[in-house]
């Protein structure tokens, strides 16, 4: 059966690349499509392959190592761009949801751009962090990504420097709130060269964060945490340097204490070949605290970009974890895994 999986998988490569070659000599140099004067709409389809090898705590003399089934996975987002005026425009993000079977919205931002201020409001990722990775596996920084409804200006105050400041609603509260509490953040971006970024971060309340569960709690807490990001992306020559961290500023009451104080981080260093079709990155990563993230994580990654509308990319991936801090699905204390994985992205 993984056998069959595994050549699926590069059946399906084979002719999907064979008619996106064929759409791009029709329709060259196309990232968006314009449904009308003011409606323009464009897609992306990825089709995964991963596969992996557990190594859990031997506590007992039965526990053995053992490769996961190879399992396949398909993600659809279609989005249409409203550009109502010069200045006003709106953006509608849909994702195809694999269990629910059905269209989900992941964005929903109406945008007015002013001279130097832009204004965005409606449901979408927080500028707190960078969350920017070339591998298919996300890293551990992204446990940390909060998306909600917010309100966010941003201004530029120089050429080099540019500021955000964002109000959200967030879905964590204080015990003894009546109604989930409206939450604040800042971030900047500061440009040194064309070729350097460095961004900062912080967020009022890290406990609404996607992947922070206060189920047992009712979404509530005894003490707000607040969260720290900081994040560079560097470009020498065909060198490109991304560095991020986040973390709590502050312990979780209503965590254990060998996870109430969650922080992450991640590096990659991207060489892009000569062909500039060709691109590989390793990643040097890892999280503190964090449930089910891995301690270290390091891996190898590369994509070959076949035109402007499809994306092949292969990562490996070696995971190893604080002892006490991940389970498999088996409910074994991990160890380590390691994990192949590609992925065919179309664009459309």
């Known amino acids: ?25 029709e329709d060259e140099n196309t990232d968006r499509h314009k449904l009308n004067s003011w409606l323009s709409i464009a897609g992306k389809g990825e089709l995964e392959l991963l596969r992996q090898r557990i190594k859990p705590v031997k506590d007992d003399p039965t526990i053995r190592d053992y490769s996961t089934p190879s399992s396949t996975s398909f993600l659809l987002s279609i989005d249409f761009e409203a550009q109502v005026s010069e200045r006003i425009s709106g953006v509608v993000a849909f994702e195809f949801d694999d269990v629910k079977k059905r269209f989900l919205v992941d964005e929903a931002i109406a945008k007015i751009e002013l001279e130097k201020t832009k204004i965005r409001f409606g449901r979408g990722t927080l500028p707190f962090g960078e969350y920017h990775s070339r591998f298919i596996t996300g890293s551990p920084v992204d446990f940390f990504e909060i998306n909600e409804k917010n309100l966010t200006i941003s201004r530029s105050l120089t050429d080099e420097i540019d500021l955000s ?12 709130a009546d109604s989930r509490s409206v939450e604040w953040g800042i971030s900047t971006e500061i440009m040194p060269t064309k070729r350097w970024t460095i961004g900062l971060g912080y967020v009022s309340d890290l406990a609404d964060a996607d992947e ?22 560097l470009e020498v020559d065909k060198f490109g340097f991304t560095t991020e961290y986040i973390a709590a500023i502050g312990e979780f009451k209503e965590f254990d204490t060998d996870k109430n104080k969650p922080r992450g981080w991640n590096f990659e260093l991207t060489h892009f070949l000569i062909t500039e079709k060709l691109e590989w990155s390793v990643r040097f990563a890892g999280g503190n605290e964090i449930e089910d993230e891995p301690h270290c994580q390091t891996g190898v ?12 990319t292969l990562e490996y991936l070696q995971n190893d974890y604080k002892i006490g801090l991940a389970e498999d699905d088996l409910e074994q204390t991990l160890d380590r895994s390691n994990q192949i994985a590609g992925r065919l992205e179309i664009l459309f």
């Open 165 to 176: 400041l964002f109000a959200y609603n967030g879905k964590a509260k204080k015990v003894g």
């Open 1 to 25: 059966m993984e056998k069959v999986q595994i050549i699926s998988f590069i059946v399906c490569i084979s002719i999907l690349c064979i008619s996106v070659n064929i759409h791009a000599e």
């Open 212 to 233: 922070i569960s206060l189920e047992d709690t009712g979404n509530r807490y005894e003490k707000r945490v607040s969260g720290l990001a900081i994040h560079s992306t």
């Open 301 to 312: 990654v590369g994509t070959w970009h076949i035109n402007n509308q499809a994306n092949v």
